[in-house]
């Protein structure tokens, strides 16, 4: 059982930056595609970033295309979310998620704040 926990949310403006981590543990976490989801408060929870087992492919949600960059560590068991040009319409949880096929996600972490001011 792959349990996540993410990190590194926070309160930013309008054009700065952030980086958020997901530390796994439990499993063997280069047998696992990963992705960050977000929800906004009344939105439904949408997938923003995706990366293979490898770390050598990815796909993005169009809005974020050119300003979030998903990466992944397997020596330290962890992928990252760097999120760039922030805008305030960036603001949600964001979930860090793990399964062995890729788009289907049986592990997810608890979420962390991320708010973007004007």
């Known amino acids: 059982q792959v349990q996540l926990v993410e990190s590194g949310g926070g309160l930013v403006q309008a054009g700065g930056s952030l980086r958020l981590s997901c530390a796994a543990s439990?499993?063997?976490?280069?047998?696992?595609?990963m992705a960050w989801f977000r929800q906004a408060p009344g939105k439904e929870r949408e997938v923003v970033a995706t990366?293979?087992?490898?770390?050598?492919?990815?796909s993005y949600e169009d809005s974020v295309k050119g300003r979030f960059t998903i990466s992944r560590d397997n020596a330290k068991n962890t992928v990252y979310l760097q999120m760039a040009s922030l805008k305030v319409e960036d603001t949600a949880v964001y979930y860090c998620?793990?399964?062995?096929?890729?788009?289907?996600?049986?592990?997810w972490g608890q979420g962390t704040q991320v708010t973007v001011s004007s």
């Open positions: 990366i293979s087992k490898s770390g050598l492919g990815w």
């Open positions: 439990g499993g063997t976490f280069s047998r696992y595609f």
């Open positions: 998620a793990a399964g062995l096929e890729w788009g289907k996600y049986e592990h």
